[in-house]
């Protein structure tokens, strides 16, 4: 099986139709965020019948429809169609291509199709049941899914197994009998209502089948007086009808004519018409060759204007250089006489400056021999400096280093008194933290056995808890069945005394007498006196079919008075057993068979009436088996178990016994049973509640016991005295370590102040030598420093000599290039 195609339309982002090819090669769809891909995942999960809308990433099933833009209109309806390829039938049906499509309104109405055609939500859930595929399975897969994968959320790894393992499908069709059965169990709790409801009802339905049947006749009548009726209003209406057909042609022939002339009239517009469109064409191409004259005209005057203004234009523009070409003449005539002065004076301005540039050469040369003499001290300086700041480092090196070994031998002394001195101390502190070892481990011993103890008591409050909470969950689980119980007989005793009191089941004479309160209301009917266990309620029944209706009363007299009670008030008839007939009566002697029992013997009822009951079933037995298991006996009657046959001397009756059958007998005494069940129920449950109330205060009164705070508290300390405990214990083993650590440290001290000794007497001879070479240098430089100082002066005063010959010489170049310019412009 393979997927094939998606079409998508109106559904979420996919406003047009779109079509999705899963062609071979294809197996992911990608794309930036926002365009649609977890959409497509969507649809496929929404068309195999995705009902949740949290599933869909909505709120609400209607926000699956395209909800337009700012340019398009919202769409009415979202469908999505699936195609499955299926090759190699595994899909319960004859098509190669399998086409699933949903459906959905804004209206809010929904419905699928498979093929085309309309189908249930079920079909296709079944089509697809063995497949692995629908609408929460994991051939679906999105990235929260991934995640429920891994953390094994919800066990929905093991749903997974199960899928593919094919088992989730007999888990869901056993969710669906079960489900059925537990309906079925709901309806069949109900049929027994609902066929008291029909037995009542049947008299109304008779008398209103009756009603319908009269309405039928009725009906019959009025329609053959309505087709009676309809003849004669045809024949009424025909002669007229044929009047209106003449005139109806008449007028169609003068319509006609008025056509013919109407087509004429039209003939003769269309040619005016076509006449006037021509002439129209005429006007148009001569109104076109007018507007191109008048368009050339007005060409022609505007390049007319245009040059008007070019040429008053050049006319002015001449005579401006007119004025200026006498304006320019005049100026040359001045200029030529400032030349001839500016040329003598640049000749002063020459000589003067070859005197200058002699004067700065002469300075220039003596400033650079001086120069070079002063860049010689300096050289000599520098050399010598280095030398004097090398010696200088030396010295302080020397100094330093002297020193340094100086502080460190009179430090490793401090250090090694203090070594001495701090051993002393701790081997004190040490015996000091032994003795507290002793007496913190006696005080944590003592608090852990106090704290053992103490737990152990809660661990017996704990189990008294759990005991006394189990044993109140018996209770009250016993309460709830014991009242559920209750329920169930209130319910059952007040059916049956509504059955009781309403003589359901029973003809109107039986109902009319019981209602009656001037005969017997206390009368007992044969149904109230006697009853059975629930095995043989159907048997007895059916036997005494004919005698359940009876009267059962002491005298003939009340017999009498209630016949002529029916008679009077019209009400029907009754049947009545007269107790006091039954006197003389004597039952047949009881017969023994394998198989049967006395029907006598499975019969529960009063003394008094003990001779009725012998009576009515006498020489009768009830046969466990079938009919062939009957005895060979031609005098008795034998009844099966299930009531199926009767066998009589003389007949044989039987057939299919009814759901209800058998909840007529002893209806009364089921009353006084179900009163007495009902009072004792009553007593169990509120002994068994004030048993639960025991149980509860007993709960309360464990529950303020507690030992939570004193364990706690015993814990906290033995924490602290444990903390103290090991600080103790890891100071010991850290002064243990240091005392060890102080032995190795004073013999590597007293090695380093021998060292540092020797050190010391080598370093004095190297620096009294430095410190004599060091002096020597420095009296040097110094000299020195006092040459280079005269040589910059005397520099100083030949620079700032130059500096003026060299700006009064730039200044009289100035001059003369300046004249320079004059003269040339």
């Given at each position: 099986?393979?997927?094939?195609?998606?079409?998508i339309k109106?559904?979420?982002s996919?406003?047009?139709?779109m079509v999705i090819?899963f062609d071979?090669?294809?197996?992911?769809?990608v794309?930036p965020?926002?365009c649609?891909?977890?959409?497509?995942?969507?649809?496929?999960?929404?068309?195999?019948?995705?009902?949740k809308?949290r599933m869909?990433?909505?709120?609400?099933?209607?926000?699956v429809i395209?909800?337009?833009?700012?340019?398009?209109?919202?769409?009415n309806?979202?469908?999505v169609?699936?195609?499955?390829?299926?090759?190699k039938n595994?899909l319960?049906?004859?098509?190669?291509?399998?086409t699933?499509?949903?459906?959905?309104y804004?209206?809010?109405?929904?419905?699928y199709?498979?093929n085309?055609?309309?189908?249930?939500?079920?079909?296709?859930?079944?089509?697809?049941?063995?497949?692995?595929?629908?609408s929460?399975?994991?051939a679906?897969?999105?990235l929260k899914?991934?995640?429920?994968?891994?953390?094994?959320?919800?066990?929905?790894?093991r749903?997974l197994?199960?899928?593919?393992?094919?088992?989730?499908?007999?888990?869901?069709r056993?969710?669906?009998t079960?489900?059925?059965?537990e309906?079925?169990d709901a309806?069949?709790?109900?049929?027994?209502?609902?066929l008291?409801?029909?037995e009542?009802?049947?008299?109304?339905l008779?008398?209103q089948?009756k009603?319908?049947?009269k309405y039928?006749e009725?009906?019959?009548e009025?329609?053959?007086a309505?087709?009676?009726?309809?003849?004669?209003?045809?024949?009424?209406?025909?002669?007229?009808?044929?009047g209106?057909?003449k005139?109806?042609?008449?007028?169609?022939?003068?319509k006609?004519?008025?056509?013919t002339?109407?087509?004429?009239k039209?003939?003769f517009?269309?040619?005016a018409?076509?006449?006037?469109i021509?002439?129209?064409?005429?006007?148009?191409?001569r109104?076109?060759?007018?507007n191109?004259?008048v368009?050339?005209?007005?060409?022609f005057?505007?390049?007319?204007?245009i040059k008007?203004?070019r040429?008053?234009?050049?006319?002015?523009?001449?005579q401006k250089?007119?004025?200026?070409?006498?304006i320019d003449r005049?100026?040359?005539?001045?200029?030529?006489?400032?030349?001839?002065?500016l040329?003598?004076?640049?000749?002063?301005?020459?000589?003067q400056l070859a005197?200058?540039?002699?004067?700065?050469?002469?300075?220039r040369?003596?400033?650079?021999s001086k120069?070079?003499?002063?860049t010689?001290?300096?050289?000599q300086?520098k050399?010598a400096?280095?030398?004097f700041?090398g010696?200088?480092?030396r010295v302080y090196q020397?100094s330093?280093d002297?020193?340094?070994?100086?502080?460190?031998?009179?430090t490793l002394?401090?250090?090694?008194?203090?070594?001495a001195s701090d051993?002393d101390n701790?081997?004190?502190?040490?015996?000091e933290?032994?003795?507290?070892?002793?007496?913190?481990?006696e005080e944590?011993d003592?608090?852990?056995?106090?704290?053992?103890k103490?737990?152990?008591?809660?661990?017996?409050?704990s189990?008294?808890?759990?005991?006394?909470?189990?044993?109140i969950?018996?209770?009250?689980e016993?309460?709830?069945?014991?009242?559920?119980?209750?329920?169930a007989?209130?319910?059952e005793f007040?059916?049956?005394?509504?059955?009781?009191?309403n003589?359901?089941?029973?003809?109107?004479?039986?109902?009319?007498?019981k209602?009656?309160?001037?005969?017997?209301?206390d009368t007992p009917l044969l149904?109230d006196?006697?009853?059975?266990e629930?095995?043989?309620r159907?048997?007895?029944?059916?036997y005494l079919e004919?005698y359940?209706?009876?009267?059962?009363v002491e005298t003939e007299?009340?017999?009498i008075?209630?016949v002529?009670?029916?008679?009077?008030?019209?009400k029907g008839?009754?049947?009545f057993?007269v107790?006091?007939?039954f006197?003389?009566f004597?039952p047949?002697?009881?017969?023994?068979f394998?198989?049967a029992?006395p029907?006598?013997?499975?019969?529960?009822y009063d003394e008094?009436y003990?001779?009725?009951?012998?009576f009515?079933?006498?020489?009768?037995?009830?046969?466990?088996g079938e009919f062939?298991?009957?005895?060979?006996?031609?005098?008795?009657i034998?009844?099966?178990?299930?009531g199926?046959?009767?066998?009589?001397?003389?007949?044989?009756?039987?057939?299919s016994?009814?759901?209800?059958?058998?909840?007529r007998?002893?209806r009364a005494k089921?009353?006084?049973?179900?009163?007495?069940?009902?009072?004792e129920?009553?007593?169990?449950?509120?002994a068994?509640?004030?048993?639960?109330d025991?149980?509860?205060s007993?709960?309360?009164?464990?529950k303020?016991?507690?030992?939570?705070k004193?364990?706690e508290?015993?814990?906290q300390?033995?924490?602290?005295i444990n903390?103290?405990?090991v600080?103790?214990?890891?100071?010991k083993?850290?002064l243990s370590?240091?005392?060890?650590?102080?032995?190795?440290?004073?013999?590597?001290?007293l090695?380093?102040?021998?060292?540092?000794?020797?050190?010391?007497?080598?370093?004095?001879p190297d620096l009294?030598?430095?410190?004599?070479?060091?002096?020597?240098?420095?009296?040097e430089l110094e000299k020195?420093?006092?040459?280079?100082e005269?040589e910059s002066?005397?520099?100083?005063?030949?620079?700032?000599?130059?500096n003026?010959?060299?700006?009064?010489y730039?200044?009289?170049?100035?001059?003369v290039?300046s004249?320079?310019?004059?003269?040339?412009f």
């Open positions: 099986m393979l997927l094939s195609k998606l079409e109106g559904f979420k996919f406003g047009d139709r090819h071979k090669g294809i197996t992911g769809v794309g965020n926002g649609g891909k977890s959409n497509v995942v969507d649809a496929i999960r929404w068309v195999l019948g995705e009902q809308t869909l990433r909505s709120d609400k099933m209607e926000n395209f909800n337009g833009t700012k340019n398009r209109k919202p769409t309806l979202a469908e169609s699936l195609t499955f390829e299926n090759t595994l319960p049906t004859e098509y190669t291509h399998v699933i499509t949903r459906r959905y804004r209206s809010g109405e929904s419905e199709l498979l085309g055609i309309t189908c249930r939500l079920k079909d296709i859930t079944n089509l697809f049941m063995d497949t692995g595929i629908n929460n399975s994991y679906i897969i999105e899914m991934i995640d429920e994968l891994l953390n094994d959320k919800n066990n929905s790894r749903d197994f199960e899928e593919a393992a094919g088992i989730s499908k007999f888990k869901t056993k969710k669906e079960l489900r059925k059965l309906d079925t309806d069949l709790e109900r049929v027994e209502d609902v008291f409801e029909i009542k009802n049947l008299k109304s008779e008398k089948a009603q319908t049947a039928f009725i009906k019959k009025y329609k053959r309505s087709i009676n009726l309809a003849k004669k209003s045809v024949s009424k209406h025909s002669d007229s009808l044929i209106i057909h005139r109806i042609q008449e007028e169609s022939d003068r006609l004519e008025i056509n002339k109407i087509t004429e039209e003939a517009l269309e040619s018409k076509a006449d006037l021509q002439k129209e064409k005429l006007l148009s191409s109104q076109k060759t007018l191109e004259h368009n050339k005209i007005r060409q005057e505007s390049d007319k204007k008007n203004e040429l008053r234009f050049l006319e002015d523009r001449a250089l007119r004025e200026q070409i006498d005049k100026s040359n005539d001045r200029a030529g006489f400032s030349i001839r002065s040329e003598q004076e640049q000749e002063s301005a020459q000589k005197e200058k540039e002699y004067i700065v050469e002469e300075l040369r003596d400033f650079e120069k070079l003499q002063q010689d001290i300096q050289e300086q050399v400096n280095k030398d700041v010696k200088k480092d020397l330093k002297q020193e340094i070994k100086q502080i460190q031998l009179s002394k401090q250090e090694l008194e203090k070594t051993d701790q081997e004190a502190n040490l015996a933290f032994e003795e507290k070892i002793v007496v913190l481990k944590l003592a608090k852990s056995d106090a704290l053992s103490i737990k152990a008591k809660e661990e017996d409050q189990q008294k808890l759990e005991e006394t909470n189990r044993v969950d018996m209770i009250r016993e309460v709830t069945q014991l009242s559920r119980k209750l329920d007989k209130q319910n007040n059916l049956t005394k509504s059955l009781v009191e003589l359901e089941g029973f003809p109107e004479a039986i109902k009319f007498l209602k009656n309160s001037s005969w017997g209301k149904s006196i006697l009853t059975t629930d095995k043989y159907v048997t007895i029944e059916n004919g359940m209706n009876y009267y059962v007299a009340q017999a008075a209630a002529n009670l029916l008679s009077d008030a019209a008839k009754a049947n057993f107790l006091e007939h006197n003389s004597q047949s002697q009881t017969k023994l394998a198989n029992i029907a006598t013997e499975i019969i529960e008094k003990g001779k009725l009951i012998s009515i079933l006498d020489n009768t037995y009830i046969v466990r062939s298991d009957f005895p060979e006996d031609k005098t008795a034998f009844i099966t178990e299930s199926k046959f009767t066998k009589r001397r003389f007949s044989i009756s039987g057939g016994v009814g759901l209800f059958e058998g909840k007998i002893g089921n009353l006084e049973k179900l009163e007495k069940e009902i009072k129920l009553n007593k169990k449950v509120s068994t509640r004030a048993n639960l025991n149980k509860l007993d709960l309360l009164k464990l303020e016991v507690s030992y939570k004193d364990i508290s015993l814990q300390e033995i924490n602290e903390q103290q405990y600080s103790v214990r890891t100071k083993e850290q370590e240091l005392l060890s650590t102080n032995a190795n440290k004073r013999e590597d001290i090695d380093r102040i021998d060292s540092l000794q020797t050190s010391l007497e080598e370093i004095g009294e030598q430095e410190k004599t070479s060091f002096e020597a240098l420095e009296e020195l420093t006092a040459l280079l005269e002066e005397e520099l100083s005063k030949r620079s700032q000599a130059f003026q010959e060299n700006i009064l730039h200044q009289q170049l100035n001059r290039n004249l320079e310019q004059e003269i040339e």
